[in-house]
């Protein structure tokens, strides 16, 4: 246990001895009586008070404040850090979370990062001064080791434990929740083979480790059925807007690069490529297969529905909650904490099996 948590858990019995209005001692007598400094006794008070256990008064003291029957102590405060809140899958993740947390009774703090690696930076040394028990993080993308080693010195220093959903950081020892996006991929190309596709597409918005996993996925199923491998199909963009991937992919086809299926990184790039290639009149799946990624709600409200790979992204934050909370419970020792969900195809009509 962190010391100034012990010098907490020794101020709260000495609250549970005292009455209602009660000054505290001064901070001087209060390092000398627990042996601690005092830069740890004003951590473990500034808890105190902000937990509504203790009231500061200017210029007179810090005293006992009122005691309400019920009133819980001690609970864990903990910090998500997501991406994008605005994102269906984030949301799940939060969801997940959250629905763990309450079954130990922790308070969980929601940070949104609007994928920026500063200003999660920011609020992982702010959070860590407020005394922070545990982070859970969506790591935003960075553009080298470096540059991940630096954002994550101050998390590593502090000794606060933290889990990492979603993707793991190079560089970087901590327990990994993620979905497999290697079997996501391999499991939605052999789908759209098994339709009868053969010319199928890759494209993503971006190259970092997720999307470099599924497109591995979807090259293994292709090699796997003996399917030839044309790279001209292969486009994985420069983090570029969901409409320019539907542009791009357009593109591709005035070009002449033959296709008949497009499997897509993601929902939003799936059914903003739908659209596209629906106001040039090609008909879906007739003419071309779509499968997306996520299954987020708008899947369904599509015409004709998406078939997607279900993420699992509640279910990831269930177990990184429960993995922090172990993290929290043992003193931040774990084994070989690397925990994979497998994501699962949800059929829909966007791909079905073409007539021979």
């Not at 969801?95 to 992982?124: F, P």
């Not at 991940?148 to 220093?157: D, K, P």
């Not at 090609?282 to 071309?288: F, L």
Request: charged share 25%.
């Amino acid at each position: 246990m962190l010391r100034y948590k012990e010098i907490k858990l020794m101020l709260t019995e000495l609250i549970a001895g005292m009455n209602n209005g009660d000054r505290l001692p001064s901070r001087t007598v209060l390092s000398k009586r627990l042996d601690s400094s005092r830069a740890t006794i004003d951590k473990a008070i500034r808890e105190l008070t902000e937990e509504g256990m203790l009231e500061s008064r200017f210029g007179s003291g810090t005293y006992v404040a009122r005691k309400l029957d019920g009133v819980a102590i001690n609970q864990e405060n903990w910090c998500l850090i997501v991406p994008d809140i605005s994102e269906a899958i984030y949301a799940g993740l939060a969801s997940g979370v959250e629905s763990a947390a309450k079954e130990r009774n922790a308070n969980v703090i929601l940070c949104n990062s609007e994928s920026n690696a500063e200003k999660q930076a920011e609020y992982i040394e702010r959070l860590i001064l407020a005394g922070i028990d545990g982070f859970l993080i969506v790591p935003a993308i960075t553009r080298n080791v470096t540059e991940n080693i630096s954002l994550y010195r101050s998390l590593c220093r502090s000794n606060i434990p933290f889990v990492f959903c979603n993707r793991d950081v190079e560089g970087v020892t901590a327990p990994i929740i993620k979905s497999n996006d290697f079997y996501g991929g391999y499991i939605a190309t052999l789908h759209l083979i098994d339709q009868g596709y053969r010319s199928i597409a890759f494209l993503a918005r971006q190259r970092y480790r997720t999307s470099v996993d599924r497109c591995q996925g979807y090259i293994s199923a292709l090699q796997q059925r003996g399917i030839e491998i044309d790279r001209k199909r292969i486009l994985m963009l420069d983090h570029q807007t969901v409409e320019d991937c539907g542009a791009e992919l357009l593109r591709l086809l005035d070009e002449g690069v033959c296709m008949d299926a497009v499997f897509c990184f993601n929902d939003s790039i799936a059914l903003e490529v739908m659209r596209r290639l629906q106001e040039r009149g090609v008909r879906i799946p007739e003419d071309m297969g779509i499968l997306g990624y996520d299954n987020i709600d708008a899947c369904q409200l599509a015409h004709p529905p998406l078939t997607t790979v279900s993420y699992k992204t509640v279910d990831i934050g269930r177990m990184a909650a429960r993995v922090l909370g172990k993290l929290l419970d043992e003193g931040g020792k774990e084994g070989f904490a690397y925990y994979l969900m497998q994501p699962e195809i949800v059929v829909r009509d966007s791909c079905r099996r073409k007539e021979p």
